[in-house]
């Protein structure tokens, strides 16, 4: 029955030695039979970071005496060579003397759903931040201020805000973190007046990351509304001096 299952089951001791594991385990870990995995540890199959994570999970519920239920966790496949999420529940069990000799697991693979749950959060930020820019724009604000906000808001919208730095180069002005213009990692845009560059917004991660493709749309579509308010704005300064 346990090796039918799509889900990972398993009983560990309170060292965190496995005493059973059916075949879902014995394929994430990447061993070659379940008769290899038994005996050994977490430490044996991923890296020790995540390792010491498990273990600290477990020993919380061997002092407690308290069960796991549901809690969502990052995961290493050796098979796959792959990482996602497990939502993984946890009870210990006794022994005949009613001493708590270990704990058992039930484990469900739910990186799909954490993606799509990741994905429409990141979704949700990116249209905050267009719609926020929105109404800043119809306020009509000064200029140097619109340029100011946007280099404050748009951080908030990326995958990593912590590490994020964003410059806006204007009419020979740097407003915002004039860092992120030199920073490696970066990705940057072109504002636009009549067909010409007159400006560049950089967006910068501190440490190397990958940029998604998300995150250089969402860039575009501001460098875009930002370009239609220079180009309204110049359009109302040649008309007042046409008057």
């Not at 799509?116 to 905050?128: K, M, W």
Request: some cysteine.
């Amino acid at each position: 029955l346990a090796d039918s299952l799509p889900d990972i089951i398993f009983m560990k001791d309170i060292e965190g030695r496995f005493l059973f594991v059916n075949d879902a385990l014995r394929r994430q870990l990447g061993a070659a039979t379940i008769e290899d995995v038994i005996g050994k540890t977490d430490y044996d199959f991923n890296p020790k970071e995540l390792a010491e994570q498990y273990r600290a999970y477990d020993r919380k519920l061997i002092e407690s005496g308290e069960s796991l239920m549901g809690h969502e966790e990052p995961f290493y496949d050796n098979e796959t060579d792959t990482s996602g999420w497990f939502s993984t529940t946890k009870i210990p069990f006794q022994d005949e003397q009613g001493n708590i000799a270990g704990i058992m697991g039930l484990v469900r693979d739910i990186t799909e759903l954490k993606t799509a749950q990741l994905t429409l959060s990141t979704r949700i930020r990116e249209l905050n931040c267009l719609n926020e820019l929105g109404r800043q724009i119809e306020e009509a604000p000064d200029l140097a201020e619109l340029l100011e906000w946007t280099t404050t808001r748009l951080p908030v919208a990326m995958q990593h805000p912590d590490l994020c730095q964003v410059a806006i180069t204007f009419d020979d002005t740097v407003y915002g973190s004039a860092e992120a213009i030199e920073i490696p990692s970066q990705m940057t845009h072109g504002l636009y007046i009549e067909g010409q560059v007159q400006g560049r917004v950089y967006v910068a991660y501190t440490k190397k990351q990958d940029f998604l493709n998300e995150e250089s749309a969402l860039l575009g579509a501001v460098a875009t509304r930002i370009s239609v308010f220079l180009e309204n704005q110049k359009l109302f300064n040649d008309m007042q001096t046409a008057l």
